[in-house]
Structure formats: structure tokens, C-alpha cells
């Protein structure tokens, strides 16, 4: 982050987290969710298409978008695409309580690094949005300020 640091360049991220992924594996299989994760992994670097953004398996079924040189608003577009990307592909998951397909839930946080903030700062600023989406109904995204 220092380039950007040094430009006074934003930096945005999305922690997205596939909603009911554990009732998916057990529906599904696990080599179910393992093909449905790639799903969602092309989905997000479809939607993060520049070649400077970054789409990372954060976790189980969690992942992170990393949007140099973008802020909030510009990674709400992403999100939305995003969203739309995941509506377009219909994986069923007949067990979700969500919907009868795969769905996401979003955080997004954005911010000019300056010398006193790390990146823990961002991290721990889009995963509360991201439990904020999830406890408002999950199939969302949410940042500082917007819904959808």
C-alpha cells in the first residue's frame, strides 16, 4: 500500500463470505463446494476485471477483492456486479434459507493509507460491514454510509 500511500491513492476492499456454505457441503458433497467455489471465483474476477485488482480465498468460504486505486463507490460497482454475476450463474442450493440459489454477502471498505494505518484497518473495517450484511438477511453487500 505504500505506492498508493505515497500518490494519495484510495485502496478498497470487499470481504464477501458465500452465505450457508456449510448446508451447501452437506447437501452437495464437499467436491460440490469445492466446484462452486471456483464458480465464485471466476464470478469475482469477472467482476474485479482490471488486471490490477486481486481476487484471493480468504478463507472456507470466504474471499477478498482488492481494489487499488478505487474508493467506496467504485467498489460498490464491483459488488453489484458481483452480485448480478452470481444471479446470472443460478447455482441451486435448495437448502439455503436465503434463496433457492447461491448467494453472498458483502462488506466494503475503502480508505487513502496514510502512515498511521495498516492494512488491519481495512480488514477489520469491511469484516464488520460484512457481519452487519449477514445479520440484516445475507444476499447483500454493505459499506460506510450505502445498502443494497
Known sequence: MAPLRRAG?????????????KL??????????????????????????????????????????LLPQVDAFGAEGVARRLLAELDA?????????TAPVLTLSMGIAAMVPDAREASA???RAADALLYQAKAEGRNRYRRAGATA
Do not use: K
Not at 491513492?9 to 456454505?21: E, Q, R
Not at 467436491?31 to 464458480?39: I, M, N
Open 9 to 21: 491513492l484510495p485502496v478498497a476492499l470487499i470481504l464477501a463470505d458465500i452465505d450457508h456454505f
Open 24 to 65: 451447501y457441503n452437506d447437501r452437495y458433497g464437499h467436491q460440490a463446494g469445492d466446484l462452486c467455489t471456483e464458480q465464485v471465483a471466476r464470478a469475482m474476477t469477472d467482476a474485479a476485471a482490471r488486471a490490477q485488482d486481486m481476487v484471493a480465498r480468504y478463507g472456507g468460504e470466504e474471499f477478498a477483492i
Open 89 to 97: 450463474l443460478a447455482i441451486a442450493h435448495a437448502v439455503s434459507p
Open 121 to 123: 484497518t481495512l480488514i
